[in-house]
């Protein structure tokens, strides 16, 4: 519920791995900072349950970035509540690394436990990054009114979903994963992948939106890479992308 002359808190998680998280957390405190009710506190993980326990909204933009139970009941507890969850790319990622010899190889652990039902999907691979079209499910909807398909370049994400999702956009892929361990998931489907969608969950709403990557120069150092030579803003560049994400923030914030 809104505060004295309808003051919302939001709470920003944003941190993680391989990602340039600076950036992300500039561009999502500047989109929240345009809406005058809003006053942010900004955490690297989710060791914020006081704040959270007190906030009307929440933001995560992570990777790889793993709960605990405490933490898990308490997200939970946000949503039933009627809290507002605006869950960005990697936040339903978590992701290891093999150790031994040979290629890379990484896992998706399923252990984000009974959150991955609150948050309708759980990450299991993507293909190489490169431009790829999302196309709009529900054209009705006020969050892509007005948007026509478009392509971006972003981490398709292949997903195990959960629960009944309203899905909004999508991408359509079939095809190898290479380097995760469940990357051949996509090729024994065509179902299309959830790009945008609302889960509702006991009072509250999770609004998962799978784009976002970003990644700097000096963001895989703890995979062995120094510097990857290059900087990746994805789909910060995309201006579709911008659009939905501007309106999904302002939904948040028209809440009562």
């Known amino acids: 519920m809104a505060g004295p002359a309808g003051r919302l808190d939001a709470v920003l998680v944003c941190g993680g791995r391989w990602h340039d998280f600076d950036h992300a957390r500039l561009r999502l405190l500047e989109l929240l900072a345009e809406q005058p009710r809003v006053r942010t506190t900004v955490y690297q993980d989710y060791d914020c349950l006081d704040a959270l326990d007190r906030a009307d909204l929440l933001v995560t933009y992570t990777c790889d970035v793993r709960p605990r139970p405490a933490q898990r009941a308490a997200l939970a507890r946000f949503v039933e509540r009627g809290g507002r969850w605006l869950a960005l790319h990697g936040t339903n990622a978590v992701i290891e690394p093999s150790t031994g010899a040979g290629p890379r190889e990484f896992t998706t652990p399923r252990l984000l436990g009974d959150l991955a039902q609150v948050l309708g999907s759980q990450f299991l691979a993507h293909p190489p990054i490169e431009p790829y079209q999302v196309k709009v499910t529900r054209p ?82 703890d995979l062995g890479v120094a510097d990857t030579g290059r900087v990746d803003m994805g789909p910060w560049q995309t201006l579709e992308f911008l659009t939905v994400l501007r309106r999904c923030v302002r939904r948040m914030a028209d809440m009562p």
């Open 140 to 221: 009705d909807h006020p969050l892509v009114a007005g948007i026509e398909p478009f392509t971006v370049t972003d981490e398709l994400y292949v997903c195990e979903l959960h629960g009944e999702l309203e899905v909004l956009l999508h991408a359509e892929y079939t095809g190898p994963c290479r380097g995760f361990a469940e990357g051949d998931t996509a090729a024994l489907d065509n179902a299309p992948r959830p790009v945008l969608y609302l889960k509702p969950h006991g009072r509250g709403e999770v609004c998962y939106f799978t784009l976002g990557h970003c990644r700097g120069r000096y963001d895989m150092q």
